[in-house]
């Protein structure tokens, strides 16, 4: 699976932001997702969309952050709003076949993109 981020930036707290990424390769037994990197701190989970179309949203953001996904274009989406400071990071899309029980492990995502940086200014 190929993947490419964009949509990072620069926003004011409060703002808002739409991270789009390409995808190729994924077949109906892979999960796609968004994770982050802020400085100095480990990966984390944000968000991911199974090809059923369920999706799971870290509680850390679940009232400011949706994704979704276009089939028809191969574009996964994570919608961010009321943004933070502590959104600040780079946020990599990712695919892999995790089991439901590690949806939100970080280390069952075996594709990366390269990332794209968000800047949440106070």
């Known amino acids: 699976v190929q993947l490419q981020a964009s949509g990072g930036g620069l926003v004011q707290a409060g703002g808002s932001l739409r991270l789009s990424c390409g995808v190729s390769?994924?077949?109906?037994?892979?999960?796609t997702a968004w994770i982050r990197q802020a400085p100095g701190k480990e990966r984390e989970f944000v968000a991911a969309?199974?090809?059923?179309?369920?999706?799971y949203i870290s509680d850390s953001v679940k009232d400011r952050f949706s994704i979704s996904e276009d089939k028809a274009k191969n574009i996964m989406y994570l919608e961010m709003n009321r943004l933070k400071p502590e959104d600040t990071a780079v946020y990599y899309c990712?695919?892999?076949?995790?089991?439901?029980?590690?949806?939100?492990?970080?280390?069952?995502?075996?594709?990366w993109g390269q990332g794209t940086q968000v800047t949440v200014s106070s």
């Open positions: 390769g994924r077949t109906s037994s892979h999960t």
């Open positions: 990712a695919a892999g076949r995790p089991p439901l029980s590690n949806i939100r492990q970080t280390a069952s995502y075996t594709s």
């Open positions: 969309i199974r090809w059923s179309g369920h999706t």
